[in-house]
C-alpha cells in the first residue's frame, strides 16, 4: 500500500496535463468511485454527494434517453459494466468540488457533486 494524499491537487493535475489518461477503474456507488491516471499510475478515489445524468441536446431529440427515467447512478452502472473502456473524465473542478465524465459509447454525460477526493500513489 503506498502513500494515500487527501487532496484533489493531483487529479486536477492529471486532468489539467493528461485527460485522456484518467479513466473509470471501479465503481462503488452510490458512495465513491475511483479514477486511474494511467500516465502517473495513481489512483483517485472520488467521493460522491451525487450524479446526475446530462443528456445532450442531440440524444434527446432521438429520445431514448429522454423517455428513460432511470437514476442517474443507474445508467453509470450500466455503462461501467457494458462498456467501462468508453468512460472517461469531460470535467475537473477540485475548488467547487464539481467533475464530469463522459461515456463514448452511449454518449451520455455525467455529473459529479464531489464531497472529497483521495488521491492513492502506488
Ligand atoms: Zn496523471
Ligand atoms: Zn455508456
Known amino acids: 500500500m503506498g502513500q494515500v494524499y487527501k487532496s484533489g491537487a493531483f487529479i486536477q ?4 496535463v493528461h485527460p485522456l489518461c484518467l479513466n473509470l477503474k471501479s465503481l462503488h456507488l452510490p458512495g465513491s ?3 486511474r491516471c ?6 483517485h478515489r472520488l467521493t460522491l454527494r451525487e450524479v446526475v445524468l446530462r443528456v445532450s441536446p442531440v440524444h434527446a431529440i432521438e429520445g431514448a434517453a429522454a423517455r428513460d427515467d432511470r437514476p442517474a447512478s443507474t445508467h453509470l452502472e450500466g455503462c461501467a ?3 467501462p473502456a468508453a468512460i472517461g473524465v469531460r470535467a475537473m473542478d477540485v475548488v467547487r468540488e464539481t ?3 463522459r461515456c463514448g459509447e452511449c454518449r451520455k ?6 464531497v472529497s477526493i483521495e488521491t492513492h500513489q502506488r
Do not use: R
Open 13 to 16: 493535475q492529471c486532468f489539467a
Open 33 to 35: 468511485l475511483i479514477i
Open 38 to 43: 494511467t500516465s502517473c499510475n495513481m489512483l
Open 81 to 83: 459494466a457494458s462498456h
Open 99 to 101: 467533475a464530469g465524465l
Open 109 to 114: 454525460m455525467y455529473d459529479l457533486e464531489l
